[in-house]
């Protein structure tokens, strides 16, 4: 089971790695997870008492950040008060420090630097000996305050007092761009209706969404978003999808159109009928999944949060060596080499990677979601980027999976309307894209008395009794398996019937690929993809479609376990290590998706099959979807290796400088804390970047 808690007060990102081990850690807690972009911590916990553990859990935050309070529900993300206790104490420092600077050199000015120094950094200070006490000497509040007591030892008041104040500074603008970021993701997805106008009669009155019952009459007036998935009863207007789907282009909709919450009425009053509740439609499944995401964590976030648990622990070895050794062996003034290694001690927290790497990925997911492309976790965001190979399914994926009827040819004494006819008959209770066209081909009323003994064959077709006669509908296969020879030979997608087991001829079918589609496989191909497809439909008709695409790789006639099968033959082939990603419907292809390394269900929104087995949920049946996820991820990847690289290098820049000691405190702090709000802000340009994803081409 899992349950979800709210760290409220979360800004401290190795606190928050620290609190994630610990928890744990707690009894009856498998596994916990904390998401600092969202100030949220997942337990995945045995069955049990819930409150008990979340009082262990407060107590083990407590242990970390006291001021972080744990609660059941995600709190409204608001914009954050500047005028608080702990932020007037460190304005009263920094004017303190300002006055210092003026008066003359008196016992005061020292006194004022020292006020300065406690008023700016008494939290830091406690927060310290706290850690002190339970044994955590490593955090950044430990080696700030080592780094300035050393300074004040030696004499060095302002620069202490700069110090701290520097540091907090750092920290307030590092929270605001933090709480920035939270934000902008949380308004980007803030796409949930409050209140619905339920219709009784003639009277309209509002009610809360959550209270929407399934059946109940809703009006929508201009302006205002569907509150919940249902079908529009009355009236015409055009919708505004872009919310759910990336699509720019409005809908129009009219009596019995198919609605989605969370879609804006542009235009005319609308009455709709409910057809699911507020907590099953479309837009709160969205949510939760987006919301979710950063539950599964990328392996570059897992590196980051292992390597500074090491990190810091041998820089500050390093400083201690810095210190003690040149005195000791060169006979260098120990005052300078300890200064030095205050320099090393203040630069060796990892704040930057820890906070920005999980900010990056979570902002990709968010700007995915606002281009129609939902992505379970950073895991698959990262996934994506690593991708080489693009497996995709045709009906349904690449092309329409609505057939066209090109021909009947009968035998055995047949009509071209018997054939028809028994086959949509026989085909009248399944919902395989070919059963639905050969009855919208026949176009007369089926009575489903008269059919009996129905049984459907995955991959093969259906047998059925017809008034007490044996139909056979399907493929070659099958009526070859029951004995029957085929006497023609289609060359497009071809549906045999047999009546008793006579041969009574085939149905020539077709479908067409999707708009975008051949404009797709050319934009993943342009960017160095390997694009294989693979259908269950006969070679003539898969290698007539793949020839119209530019696919060059096509496997045709496979049943769905033989896809899965021709998956990981694909998988076992390749010389490279980049992931194989498989596109399909969502419902025929789960067994690929979940075999798949990450697997993409496309256009299958409405099915919650759909949204449990595939990786990544594509929201509209366009195949350039998933040329847009695949940009997005290299992007949000290429933003986390910049937030990397530029942490790193002036780290290491800052590092070299202090050892030689051409580098002050101040410095250090900026390596650490400016470099922390230059990596957040880099992180930010993720989801509010306004570059259209377009497809690249030849």
């Given amino acids: 089971m899992r349950v979800i808690y709210s760290l409220q007060g979360l800004g401290c990102a190795t606190c928050a790695a620290k609190i994630e081990t610990a928890a744990g850690q707690l009894e009856n807690v498998e596994k916990a997870v904390v998401d600092f ?41 608001q914009k954050r008060s500047i005028f608080t206790a702990r932020n007037l104490s460190y304005f009263l420092g920094i004017i303190g420090f300002l006055i210092a600077l003026v008066l003359p050199d008196m016992l005061w000015k020292r006194a004022l630097y020292l006020a300065a120094y406690v008023l700016a950094g008494h939290e830091v200070l406690l927060s310290a000996v706290q850690n002190a006490r339970g044994g955590r000497i490593f955090d950044e509040n430990s080696l700030m305050t080592v780094a300035t007591l050393g300074a004040l030892a030696i004499g060095e008041f302002p620069e202490a007092a700069s110090v701290m104040i520097f540091y907090r500074t750092g920290e307030f603008l590092q929270s605001l761009a933090v709480d920035r970021s939270r934000r902008s993701i949380s308004a980007l997805l803030a796409v949930k209706p409050e209140i619905a106008h339920r219709q009784v009669g003639d009277t309209t009155f509002d009610i809360a969404v959550d209270d929407v019952a399934v059946g109940d009459l809703l009006v929508i007036r201009p302006g205002e978003r569907i509150p919940v998935d249902g079908t529009i009863v009355k009236g015409f207007s055009v919708l505004d999808t872009s919310a759910l789907t990336g699509e720019s282009l409005p809908q129009d909709v009219a009596e019995g159109s198919e609605v989605l919450s969370g879609s804006i009425n542009l235009s005319g009053l609308l009455t709709m009928r409910a057809h699911k509740l507020a907590g099953d439609s479309a837009v709160s499944r969205i949510l939760e999944l987006v919301e979710n995401a950063t539950a599964n964590k990328a392996p570059t976030e897992d590196f980051i949060t292992s390597f500074a648990r090491y990190y810091t622990p041998i820089v500050v070895g390093i400083a201690v060596l810095i210190a003690v050794l040149p005195p000791l062996l060169f006979g260098g003034a120990f005052a300078d080499w300890f200064y030095r290694s205050l320099v090393f001690l203040v630069i060796s927290c990892p704040c930057a990677l820890v906070v920005s790497i999980p900010l990056g990925f979570f902002g990709g997911i968010g700007r995915a979601a606002r281009q129609g492309v939902l992505i379970k976790g950073s895991n698959y965001l990262q996934a994506l980027h690593e991708a080489d190979t693009i497996v995709f399914d045709k009906t349904g994926t690449l092309t329409t999976g609505q057939f066209s009827l090109l021909g009947v040819t009968p035998a055995n004494g047949f009509s071209a309307e018997d054939v028809i006819k028994m086959a949509a008959w026989a085909e009248s209770a399944s919902s395989h894209p070919i059963a639905r066209s050969i009855v919208a081909a026949y176009g007369e009323e089926i009575d489903p008395g008269s059919i009996t003994n129905l049984e459907e064959l995955s991959g093969f077709g259906v047998r059925a009794q017809l008034k007490g006669q044996d139909v056979l509908v399907g493929s070659e296969h099958l009526l070859e398996s029951a004995g029957v020879q085929i006497m023609t030979e289609a060359t497009l997608s071809g549906v045999h019937v047999a009546l008793d087991g006579t041969y009574a001829g085939s ?27 693979l259908t269950g439909d006969a070679s003539p008709a898969a290698h007539r479609v793949a020839s119209d695409l530019g696919i060059g790789d096509v496997r045709s006639e496979l049943l769905p376990h033989q896809k899965v099968e021709a998956l990981e033959q694909i998988m076992a082939e390749k010389k490279t290590p980049g992931k194989v990603v498989f596109v399909g419907d969502g419902i025929n292809d789960a067994p690929a998706l979940a075999r798949a390394h990450v697997g993409v269900a ?49 780290k290491l820049l800052v590092l070299t400088l202090g050892a030689l000691g051409l580098a002050t405190l101040w410095e250090a702090v900026f390596a650490d804390v400016g470099v922390t709000i230059l990596a957040v802000l880099n992180s930010t340009r993720i989801i509010t970047s306004k570059r259209p994803t377009a497809p690249r081409t030849m």
């Fill in 507 to 533: 149905i020539q079918l077709a479908d067409q690929a999707k708009p975008g589609a051949a404009q797709a496989v050319q934009a993943l191909q342009s960017m160095g993809m390997q694009v294989v497809m």
């Fill in 602 to 650: 496309m256009g299958s929104l409405g099915s919650q099959a759909a949204i449990e087995t595939a990786d990544v949920v594509l929201m509209t049946d366009n195949p350039l979807s998933i040329v847009k996820a695949l940009e997005t991820a290299k992007q949000t990847n290429g933003t986390v290796w910049q937030n990397m690289g530029l942490a790193f290098g002036v």
């Fill in 37 to 77: 972009s969202s100030a949220r911590i997942f337990l995945d916990v045995v069955e049990g008492d819930t409150k008990r553990i979340k009082s262990a859990l407060q107590e083990t935050v407590a242990a970390f950040e006291p001021h972080i309070v744990v609660t059941e529900h995600k709190a409204q993300r």
